[in-house]
């Protein structure tokens, strides 16, 4: 056990996520046809022989609630230390609804005590690492604050903050800039000495880390060090960016190593019976997961548990969450469909450029023809179709 706590920001709606976080927080959407993303952060601490988290949550929290609980799969279910749920809370004459990520670890500055390091990451990120190597790196060092970094190409840093770095030490920073000279992108993970990072987040100008803390750090001369990452890891940021990490991972040789009996990723697991596939299912490339009954064919897919697809039907390079049935003869391509989808008989549903999202509950008629790009609101049912035809980008939502 080292000395040091760690606090997961988990509370973020992540808006470019559309329909997948209308009822939850980004850190909680199902990933790798098993886990959810918050599952990624608590197994780094878990390995990394960290057992003080601070899980700081607030939109739409009870999915994240529920699939935490007590810490149990990470280990963290104990007397001292664990993990705490940290959701904002009210007092008499005023209302403490967290206004940005500065604020809300402000808010919970007494659980940051006790430590000599504080580790503040992103919940919303897949990525394999040991923080350990961090916490040595930050301690050689002698800086106040170390952030990790990894290596971008220019087109990518509209989706980074972005540091510049004059050998050992972080010279300036850029918040998401359109074009930058640097290469080296923030991965949203920070170890801070705790006193400092008290005294940084008192004299906050503001309630955002990057803008108000980081920041006037780099400008004011402090010594913030880099920590260079070179595995893998991507930020769940965007539909896009979600669908291509977890199409990663049916790579021949996936650069997310989830299958290293050395760094398992733990998550709550359901008991479920082994997945069937019928005599004629046909299965390629593809992750199956407990529970799931194939009769039909899956092609590059990731399916949750409980997938039902039926005879006569098929589902290609998509991701497809749990208890979700797809009926016979109906087609699937490049899409995600949310948890209790139900595709009907002959449907089609998707293309080839963009992908089609279908929220949560969605029930989509027989016969329907979906395009590429579209998106169907949760809990959307047979009535809310005008006709049985949805054009590409078009989006179907409930009254």
């Known amino acids: 056990m080292r000395d040091i706590g760690v606090m997961i920001l988990a509370g973020g709606k992540g808006d470019a996520l559309g329909l997948l976080t209308k009822h939850r927080p980004a850190s909680a959407i199902p990933y790798g046809g098993k886990y959810r993303v918050i599952d990624f952060a608590l197994s780094n601490c878990a390995h990394s022989e960290i057992s003080t988290v601070g899980l700081l949550t607030q939109y739409a929290p009870t999915s994240l609630n529920r ?50 390091h504080t580790l503040v990451l992103s919940g919303d990120a897949v990525y394999l690492m040991d923080y350990g190597d961090l916490l040595r790196a930050h301690e050689e060092s002698g800086a106040e604050l ?54 940084r987040l008192a004299a906050a100008g503001g309630p955002d880390l990057v803008y108000h803390v980081l920041m006037p750090m780099i400008e004011q001369g402090a010594h913030v060090a880099p920590f260079i990452f070179d595995g893998y890891h991507e930020d769940l940021g ?26 398992p990723v733990f998550t709550h697991n359901k008991e479920r019976a082994p ?34 697809v039926q005879r006569g039907a098929r589902v290609e390079r998509s991701v497809v969450f749990a208890d979700t049935l797809i009926e016979a003869e109906a087609f699937v391509r490049r899409s995600i469909l949310d948890k209790y989808v139900n595709v009907g008989a002959g449907a089609r549903i998707g293309g080839e450029a963009a992908v089609t999202v279908a929220g949560k509950n969605a029930k989509l008629p027989a016969g329907l023809q979906v395009g590429e790009g579209a998106r169907l609101d949760v809990g959307v049912g047979l009535g809310d179709f005008p006709s049985l035809h949805v054009a590409p980008y078009a989006e179907v939502m409930r009254p």
């Open 146 to 199: 170390t952030l990790a970094v990894k290596e971008v190409a220019p087109a990518m840093c509209e989706r980074y903050g972005m540091a510049t770095l004059d050998g050992e030490r972080v010279v300036a920073f850029e918040e998401k800039p359109r074009r930058t000279s640097t290469r080296w992108a923030s991965m949203g993970i920070y170890i801070f000495d705790t006193p400092a990072l008290l005294k």
């Open 238 to 263: 965007t539909i896009e960016a979600y669908y291509r990490a977890n199409m990663d991972l049916l790579a021949a040789r996936p650069p997310l190593n989830m299958y290293d009996p050395l760094w």
């Open 67 to 116: 699939h935490v609980g007590i810490g149990r799969p990470w280990g963290l279910d104990r007397r001292r230390g664990g993990v705490k749920l940290l959701q904002p809370f009210g007092t008499r004459g005023s209302t403490a609804w967290y206004r940005g990520t500065a604020d809300a670890l402000l808010q919970n500055v007494n659980e940051i005590y006790g430590t000599r």
């Open 275 to 308: 997945a069937l596939f019928a005599a004629d299912a046909k299965v390629s490339g593809s992750l199956i997961s407990n529970g799931c009954v194939i009769e039909g064919e899956v092609v590059e897919s990731l399916l949750f548990e409980g997938v039902t």
